[in-house]
């Protein structure tokens, strides 16, 4: 047998670079030479030679008890030792079934069906697979259009990269666009100079009416929503826009899926954000990420009573919702599940976001006297430096180019002043686990003061 452990590590990242794809891989022939992550403790991350980073995006948004929880390791050993695995479709087990439960006591309205998947995109594709055969049983097989957002991200797999408005995705993927309708950008950022959020607000609620007329209702099966356009910049629409979108998707019976990927589990300081933050009840909500903590993948999609009530009849027996996962309901992810969410009960990790939340949000605010800041925007413990260096003679060519050396400016100075942040072309988004202190906050934002003064410093 070969022996492929490392001898250094070196070895692990000439190998990385040789034969690991990762997601949105570049197709260069200058390999990524990406940092190695060999443990993690809290909210920081060390590479081989001990060296420390505060992780900011939190994983992928998703680290809430930080790293090196060994009750969820340990849960997760114990239930690997009892059962580390079950089908399905023939066996019920302890920990998917309590796990149920448990999401349904946390979840907002009646949306007491959950259907576990292996992530956040799969959560997302099931959710519109449901869309799709709920109407094909209620005899409306014309109605199969999601409307989205520009801006919006829901995640790789086919259906819900379809749904995804992020258009340099797309360049050379394809997608089902016969099945997706797209919104304009929401981003109050947007709004023309003297315009009032109430009138932004106005203006972007009127989109999606317009867009129902000119599709017709009769077409359209639902429209998805993340409560803050995440991965597409820390988009926040404008108050009031979530509670006038579910009133008109309920007015033309459109299905309102709300996608909790990100903002599930803590990151605004609740269970779930879409009622105690953005007051709606959802039809559907998708939700993953936080749910473990990123011990282990799981992903899930929460269903109406109503919904199911509709197709449920004593005709109907040998009608299925056929579509499933080898590793749905998963024992030993649905067992880091539930440990994941006995710790932040215990540790009142909600309460403690809810109480940094004001500080973080303010150090963020403090970044906007930055010239090169166009704007620093953030909700919960989730928050976007947008930067502008670019001339204003600058074509549009040019400016796309300078936006990236933005991002790229700002992700290096970070990284060596041990801040890990995560660039998107001219933003740089962070989310860093749940547990951070005030002290750490304070860290974090003096390392991105420090970013921010060496790029103005270096501006011709």
């Known amino acids: 047998m070969t022996d492929t ?25 200058k390999p990524p030479d990406r ?5 993690g403790e809290g909210i920081y991350l060390y590479d081989p030679e001990g060296n420390r980073y505060i992780d900011g995006p939190g994983g992928m948004w998703n680290v809430q008890i930080g790293y ?40 907002p309205g009646d949306l007491n069906w959950v259907f576990f998947t292996t992530g956040g995109s799969s959560a997302v594709d099931s959710a519109l697979r449901f869309s799709h055969f709920y109407n094909n049983m209620l005899g409306r ?14 995640g790789s797999t086919y259906l819900a990269a379809t749904m995804s408005g992020k258009e340099r995705d797309r360049t050379f993927m394809d997608t089902a666009t016969e099945l997706v309708r797209f919104l304009p950008d929401v981003s109050p950022l947007l709004r023309p100079e003297g315009m009032s959020l109430a009138d932004w607000c106005d203006a972007k609620v009127a989109d999606l009416e317009s867009l129902i007329a000119e599709v017709g209702a009769d077409h359209i099966g639902s429209f998805i929503a ?46 779930f954000a879409s009622e105690p933050v953005f007051g709606i009840v959802p039809d559907i909500i998708t939700c993953a990420k936080g749910i473990t903590s990123g011990y282990a993948p799981l992903g899930a999609m929460l269903v109406s009573d109503r919904l199911v009530d509709q197709l449920k009849d004593e005709d109907r027996g040998d009608i299925a919702f056929s579509n499933g996962f080898t ?29 940094v939340t004001p500080h973080f949000q303010q150090r963020l605010q403090q970044l906007e006297r930055f ?33 990236y050396q933005f991002g790229s400016l700002m992700d290096a100075a970070c990284e060596k002043r041990g801040l890990i942040v995560r660039p998107s072309i001219n933003m740089c988004v962070f989310s860093p686990p749940l547990i951070i202190t005030i002290e750490q906050i304070d860290e974090m934002f003096d390392i991105l003061e420090e970013a921010l003064e060496e790029i103005v410093s270096a501006q011709p």
């Not at 940092?35 to 443990?39: D, F, G, N, Q």
């Not at 800041?373 to 300078?402: H, M, S």
């Open 5 to 29: 452990r490392p001898s250094s590590p070196q070895d692990v990242r000439d190998w990385d670079n040789t034969f690991n794809m990762h997601p949105w891989e570049t197709m260069g022939t």
């Open 35 to 39: 940092l190695i992550a060999a443990r």
């Open 68 to 107: 090196g929880n060994t009750e969820v390791a340990h849960a997760m050993a114990d239930q690997a030792i009892a059962l580390p695995f079950n089908s399905p479709w023939y066996f019920a087990s302890d920990p998917a079934s309590v796990l149920a439960k448990r999401l349904t006591e946390m979840s």
């Open 141 to 154: 097989p014309e109605k199969k259009i999601t409307i989205s957002r520009e801006k919006a991200y829901h």
């Open 226 to 271: 993340e409560p803050i356009l995440a991965s597409g910049g820390m988009i926040i629409p404008p108050p009031g826009y979530h509670e006038r979108t579910r009133a008109i998707c309920a007015e033309h019976d459109i299905l309102y899926i709300s996608d909790e990927v990100v903002t599930g589990f803590g990151r605004l300081g609740h269970w």
């Open 327 to 355: 590793n749905s309901s998963h024992p030993v992810a649905c067992a880091a599940a539930l440990a994941n969410l006995d710790v932040m009960e215990r540790d009142g990790i909600l309460e403690h976001v809810r109480n």
């Open 371 to 403: 010239e090169i800041v166009a704007e620093a925007r953030g909700v919960g413990l989730a928050g976007c430096v947008e930067g502008d260096i670019a001339p204003p003679e600058a074509t549009q060519v040019e400016r796309l180019a300078i936006d």
